[in-house]
């Protein structure tokens, strides 16, 4: 049985939009739905009610269910689809289904349960700490490029983004953009060295390609755009997702006590890129 693409819905606008782009992607991938909303009490101050009264979030949450299934279904009626009513708190509870998932796909801003938090903060969050790739999606979102765009760096950690891009370029026939940002090393205590900057470039041509290679091989038909950058990771991210239908990127923070938490870039393209935007992680072991 395939682990499920699940989606965290609350009936905003933002959340009907990660409901249309996670029916696209589980009918491209053959996976199923599941529609989770998770109803937080306290968030509001409100106890839970008795069971001889409706509960307002209660009823709430099983319209915003509702809503995402019919918009899936309409859009995308060959997907399987299962719904959740959660208690808890938003964050934990899409953070925790994350062992169970495929992917998690949020809106970038809720209303309901995640009503009052600035974006990111529940999204930020999740990408940060769920053990699967996380998509945020801004509403107005539109696949028309035909174009995903990836961060590529020379760690190990950004091999699971790659290969989570090179599957959905392969999945959308569409071009993948590898973008590799790079600067000058810094030395703050020896100005008086010299680089030469085409060489240094050329080393970093060569990262890029070795690194591209292993993919190449194992996805042949796509169509692969190599693209050195001289600048800052986030403004170049940002400027590529200007023409992308998707941007990847890897998650490389990590918490004090070895928690994963999102790192700088990825939590700065969440709040400007201008296209849905796929964090990924590496799976624990």
Same mark, same amino acid.
């Given at each position: 049985?395939?682990?499920?693409?699940?989606?965290?819905?609350?009936?905003?606008?933002?959340?009907?939009?990660?409901?249309? *782009?996670?029916?696209?992607? /589980?009918?491209?991938?053959?996976?199923?739905?599941?529609?989770?909303?998770?109803?937080?009490?306290?968030?509001?101050?409100?106890?839970?009610?008795?069971?001889?009264?409706?509960?307002?979030?209660?009823? +709430?949450?099983?319209?915003?269910?509702?809503?995402?299934?019919?918009?899936?279904?309409?859009?995308?009626?060959?997907?399987?689809?299962?719904?959740?009513?959660?208690?808890?708190?938003?964050?934990?509870?899409?953070?925790?289904?994350?062992?169970?998932?495929?992917?998690?796909?949020?809106?970038?801003?809720?209303?309901?349960?995640?009503?009052?938090?600035?974006?990111?903060?529940?999204?930020?969050?999740?990408?940060?700490?769920?053990?699967?790739?996380?998509?945020?999606?801004?509403?107005? *979102?539109?696949?028309?490029?035909?174009?995903?765009?990836?961060?590529?760096?020379?760690?190990?950690?950004?091999?699971?983004?790659?290969?989570?891009?090179?599957?959905?370029?392969?999945?959308?026939?569409?071009?993948?953009?590898?973008?590799?940002?790079?600067?000058?090393?810094?030395?703050?205590?020896?100005?008086?060295?010299?680089?030469?900057?085409?060489?240094?470039?050329?080393?970093?041509?060569?990262?890029?390609?070795?690194?591209?290679?292993? *993919?190449?091989?194992?996805?042949?038909?796509?169509?692969?755009?190599?693209?050195?950058?001289?600048? +800052?990771?986030?403004?170049?991210?940002?400027?590529?997702?200007?023409?992308?239908?998707?941007?990847?990127?890897?998650?490389?923070?990590?918490? /004090?006590?070895?928690?994963?938490?999102?790192?700088?870039?990825?939590?700065?393209?969440?709040? +400007?890129?201008?296209?849905?935007?796929?964090?990924?992680?590496?799976?624990?072991?």
């Amino acid at each position: 049985m395939p682990l499920p693409i699940i989606v965290g819905t609350d009936g905003s606008p933002e959340a009907t939009s990660a409901v249309e *782009w996670a029916a696209d992607d /589980a009918a491209r991938r053959g996976l199923p739905l599941r529609f989770v909303s998770v109803v937080d009490h306290w968030a509001y101050g409100i106890p839970k009610f008795p069971a001889t009264l409706a509960d307002p979030l209660t009823v +709430h949450a099983e319209r915003a269910l509702e809503a995402a299934e019919a918009t899936a279904r309409e859009r995308r009626p060959e997907v399987e689809i299962s719904k959740e009513i959660v208690e808890g708190i938003p964050a934990r509870i899409l953070r925790d289904r994350g062992r169970e998932a495929e992917e998690i796909v949020l809106g970038s801003r809720g209303l309901g349960g995640f009503a009052g938090l600035v974006i990111g903060s529940v999204s930020t969050h999740v990408a940060g700490h769920a053990p699967c790739p996380v998509v945020v999606v801004r509403t107005g *979102w539109r696949d028309t490029h035909a174009r995903v765009v990836v961060g590529l760096d020379d760690s190990a950690e950004c091999d699971p983004a790659l290969g989570y891009a090179f599957e959905q370029a392969r999945l959308r026939r569409a071009t993948l953009r590898a973008v590799f940002a790079w600067q000058l090393p810094v030395h703050t205590l020896a100005p008086e060295i010299a680089y030469d900057v085409s060489e240094v470039r050329e080393a970093r041509q060569r990262v890029v390609t070795r690194k591209l290679d292993t *993919w190449r091989r194992l996805h042949p038909e796509v169509d692969v755009q190599e693209d050195l950058v001289y600048g +800052h990771p986030v403004q170049a991210l940002t400027e590529a997702s200007g023409d992308a239908d998707l941007l990847v990127v890897g998650s490389h923070g990590r918490g /004090a006590l070895g928690s994963a938490v999102l790192g700088s870039v990825g939590r700065a393209v969440l709040h +400007h890129a201008a296209c849905p935007v796929a964090i990924v992680r590496p799976r624990a072991a």
